[in-house]
């Protein structure tokens, strides 16, 4: 099978998967649909990633339709592909409990699926135009998930969610227009190696932080944990927060060139997110809010690492991209079974769940671990090879402060793993959701493994 042929292979399977969830009438047979489209979706992406290092297709870098490039396949799209739809499927897995209580589930899977799918769009597009189109469509389905329970907060939030990423997005778009004008082209095949202005850096850049929630575009992340726990872990950890970084890394480091002033602009940007956003978690009380902020601050990190712009910094990125998912997507379900046990979202409110609660516990502190950038565990690499890029670049007061914010990474971490699982026992609960946990499990040792054996992801990053 030709590789352009798997991936819209994919595309389509996934797509036919919403549609059948959202005219489901059945609620088992809906979830079905979904995961099923998802499983079809990830072996025909490990097969895409077999064909590519054993180069069974000698023209791989982009399918070619009436001169618009509109896929390219590199082990940048792949790793973040494999990333992407791996934790969604788990994340979906995960939701079949924690759903299972709520009607509209049509609906719910339906967005689910093709949030999914647009992102696998974004992800394999080798046009700017073709990638603000599914840009655009994760932003619509964003909305609607946000918005699931339908009150007016709910609706509310929503709403700001929409209208800052697609301030972002217009900006963007902007930019496109004026790339086509000034280039001739929106084909990143034809854009490589090309210079280009200073404003029109600057609109690119702007939809990409608005999309990643990175200041001053960052307000509309923390309201998102209205959403239900699958949906906020989504959002955050596996898939809508890294179309942003992604984008950017694909535009500005394997794309275009840019001039050092911008360079060093979005390095500041990045520094001041990473130590706002680590401040605003240490203080806030919310636990899906601290992780919010968290996923804010880390995110922080890929873009100082891609906006560096050297091979380490932008290898830690990259698989930054992958051990943040992994851990951030395992915190965010941790605190999903922490709520729907106890109803309660306000750290100070809780505490002893470790007693009565010892898998997710452990899961919740080993995720940590890695968010933090503990040695053996998967951000630890991360962290390491971006900082160590910035010591390359002789870029001494961007490391202090990077270092900085790994402390404030630790003090919020800490701070909720004690307020939350240590002290005095609070609730008389138990772990009744086995497959909710197993998720979890399964999400806390593959952290672990990249951590340990960091060369299962090292090795297939190609600079």
Same mark, same amino acid.
């Given at each position: 099978?030709?590789?352009?042929?798997?991936?819209?292979?994919?595309?389509?399977?996934?797509?036919?998967?919403?549609?059948?969830?959202? %005219? +489901?009438? &059945?609620?088992?047979? $809906?979830?079905? =649909?979904?995961?099923?489209?998802? /499983?079809? #979706?990830?072996?025909? *992406?490990?097969?895409?990633?077999?064909?590519?290092?054993?180069?069974?297709?000698?023209?791989?870098?982009?399918?070619?339709?009436?001169?618009?490039?509109?896929?390219?396949?590199?082990?940048?799209?792949?790793?973040?592909?494999?990333?992407?739809?791996?934790?969604?499927?788990?994340?979906?897995?995960?939701?079949?409990?924690?759903?299972?209580?709520?009607?509209?589930?049509?609906?719910?899977?339906?967005?689910?699926?093709?949030?999914?799918?647009?992102?696998?769009?974004?992800? %394999? +597009?080798? &046009?700017?135009?073709? $990638?603000?189109? =599914?840009?655009?469509?994760?932003? /619509?389905? #964003?909305?609607?998930? *946000?918005?699931?329970?339908?009150?007016?907060?709910?609706?509310?939030?929503?709403?700001?969610?929409?209208?800052?990423?697609?301030?972002?997005?217009?900006?963007?778009?902007?930019?496109?227009?004026?790339?086509?004008?000034?280039?001739?082209?929106?084909?990143?095949?034809?854009?490589?190696?090309?210079?280009?202005?200073?404003?029109?850096?600057?609109?690119?850049?702007?939809?990409?932080?608005?999309?990643?929630?990175?200041?001053?575009?960052?307000?509309?992340?923390?309201?998102?944990?209205?959403?239900?726990?699958?949906? $906020?872990?989504?959002?955050?950890?596996?898939?809508?927060?890294?179309?942003?970084?992604?984008?950017?890394?694909?535009?500005?480091?394997?794309?275009?060139?840019?001039?050092?002033?911008?360079?060093?602009?979005?390095?500041?940007?990045?520094?001041?997110?990473?130590?706002?956003?680590?401040?605003?978690?240490?203080?806030?009380?919310?636990?899906?809010?601290?992780?919010?902020?968290?996923?804010?601050?880390?995110?922080?990190?890929?873009?100082?690492?891609?906006?560096?712009?050297?091979?380490?910094?932008?290898?830690?990125?990259?698989?930054?991209?992958?051990?943040?998912?992994?851990?951030?997507?395992?915190?965010?379900?941790?605190?999903?079974?922490?709520?729907?046990?106890?109803?309660?979202?306000?750290?100070?409110?809780?505490?002893?769940?470790?007693?009565?609660?010892?898998?997710?516990?452990?899961?919740?502190?080993?995720?940590?671990?890695?968010?933090?950038?503990?040695?053996?565990?998967?951000?630890?690499?991360?962290?390491?090879?971006?900082?160590?890029?910035?010591?390359?670049?002789?870029?001494?007061?961007?490391?202090?402060?990077?270092?900085?914010?790994?402390?404030?990474?630790?003090?919020?971490?800490?701070?909720?793993?004690?307020?939350?699982?240590?002290?005095?026992?609070?609730?008389?609960?138990?772990?009744?959701?086995?497959?909710?946990?197993?998720?979890?499990?399964?999400?806390?040792?593959?952290?672990?493994?990249?951590?340990?054996?960091?060369?299962?992801?090292?090795?297939?990053?190609?600079?």
């Amino acid at each position: 099978m030709q590789n352009s042929t798997i991936i819209f292979f994919t595309y389509i399977i996934l797509f036919i998967g919403a549609i059948l969830s959202k %005219f +489901s009438k &059945n609620d088992k047979l $809906t979830r079905t =649909f979904s995961i099923s489209s998802l /499983i079809l #979706s990830f072996f025909a *992406i490990l097969d895409l990633t077999f064909r590519y290092y054993r180069n069974i297709e000698t023209n791989f870098l982009s399918f070619i339709f009436k001169s618009w490039s509109i896929i390219i396949v590199d082990s940048y799209a792949l790793i973040m592909a494999l990333t992407s739809v791996f934790v969604g499927l788990l994340i979906t897995i995960y939701s079949f409990d924690y759903m299972s209580y709520y009607e509209r589930q049509n609906d719910y899977y339906f967005y689910l699926t093709l949030f999914i799918a647009s992102m696998l769009g974004l992800i %394999f +597009s080798g &046009n700017l135009l073709i $990638t603000y189109i =599914f840009w655009e469509i994760t932003s /619509i389905c #964003s909305w609607q998930l *946000i918005a699931f329970y339908r009150k007016d907060i709910h609706l509310s939030k929503a709403n700001k969610a929409f209208l800052v990423t697609f301030l972002g997005s217009t900006l963007m778009l902007l930019g496109i227009a004026m790339i086509y004008f000034e280039k001739g082209s929106v084909n990143l095949v034809d854009l490589k190696g090309k210079q280009i202005s200073d404003i029109l850096a600057i609109f690119l850049i702007f939809g990409m932080i608005a999309k990643s929630a990175q200041l001053p575009f960052h307000v509309w992340l923390p309201d998102a944990g209205v959403a239900p726990t699958p949906v $906020t872990a989504l959002l955050h950890a596996a898939i809508l927060v890294k179309i942003g970084v992604y984008t950017f890394g694909r535009i500005f480091d394997f794309t275009f060139k840019v001039l050092p002033e911008i360079q060093q602009f979005e390095i500041f940007i990045s520094i001041l997110t990473i130590l706002i956003a680590g401040f605003m978690a240490f203080v806030e009380t919310d636990i899906k809010r601290i992780l919010a902020y968290s996923t804010i601050s880390q995110i922080g990190y890929i873009f100082l690492g891609f906006a560096t712009n050297i091979a380490s910094s932008i290898i830690g990125s990259v698989f930054y991209i992958v051990s943040h998912a992994l851990a951030k997507a395992g915190l965010f379900l941790s605190a999903g079974i922490v709520e729907q046990n106890t109803k309660e979202k306000n750290i100070k409110n809780l505490g002893g769940l470790a007693k009565t609660m010892p898998l997710t516990s452990v899961c919740f502190l080993l995720c940590g671990f890695s968010i933090i950038g503990f040695p053996l565990f998967g951000g630890f690499w991360g962290k390491f090879f971006i900082i160590k890029g910035t010591v390359e670049t002789n870029r001494l007061t961007t490391t202090l402060f990077a270092m900085l914010g790994t402390v404030l990474t630790l003090l919020y971490i800490m701070r909720v793993y004690n307020h939350v699982f240590l002290g005095e026992k609070k609730f008389e609960i138990k772990e009744k959701t086995s497959s909710m946990i197993t998720v979890v499990f399964i999400l806390t040792l593959l952290s672990l493994i990249v951590g340990i054996l960091p060369n299962i992801v090292l090795n297939f990053i190609k600079i």
